[in-house]
């Protein structure tokens, strides 16, 4: 039986019929236009609770495309999966993107994310066990984790739960 996909890797209206989708007027600059159109939108995904909530753009539909970008993100970021590091195996999109480089516009990047996060769980958050896991040299691993500011901190507070200490950016 194929399992349940993870909430980020599902089909854009299959992850929207698990969201509550708002739409308002957005605060601060922005002129006449932005201060009389519902362009702000919030996006929250019911089963978790994780909200979204964009407001750079006076196109509620640019709005809509970005919260759900961030969504996925912030989706991955939060939903560990158990794995077992002695058969765990790279996901096989993981070599299309030697060193993992992969831009986070990229569909497969809150899949990244996640499969990193939870390789980092796995291995008790030491970044060069988890680059053997995935594959990856550990510099490549540390140059992943430091591209996506929200990953950097997620991973160093979960360190610091472990009395571990913080990674370092170069």
């Not at 698990?18 to 932005?34: L, M």
Request: glycine share 4%; charged share 25%; proline share 9%.
């Amino acid at each position: 039986m194929e399992p349940h996909p993870r909430p980020w890797e599902l089909a854009e209206d299959k992850l929207l019929a698990e969201c509550r989708i708002d739409a308002f007027v957005g605060s601060g600059p922005g002129g006449q236009k932005r201060h009389k159109t519902n362009a702000a939108i919030r996006i929250t995904h019911l089963p978790t609770r994780i909200t979204t909530v964009m407001s750079d753009s006076r196109s509620q539909r640019e709005n809509k495309i970005h919260a759900i970008r961030e969504l996925r993100h912030k989706l991955a970021l939060e939903l560990r999966h158990e794995i077992d590091p002695l058969t765990f195996q790279p996901p096989d999109f993981f070599a299309e993107y030697p060193a993992l480089h992969i831009n986070p516009k990229n569909p497969l990047y809150p899949s990244a994310v996640a499969h990193v996060l939870d390789a980092l769980k796995a291995t008790h958050w030491a970044v060069g066990d988890a680059a053997v896991l995935l594959g990856l040299t550990t510099s490549a691993l540390a140059r992943f984790l430091h591209d996506d500011p929200a990953l950097w901190t997620h991973v160093n507070t979960q360190r610091a739960t472990l009395c571990l200490p913080p990674l370092r950016s170069k």
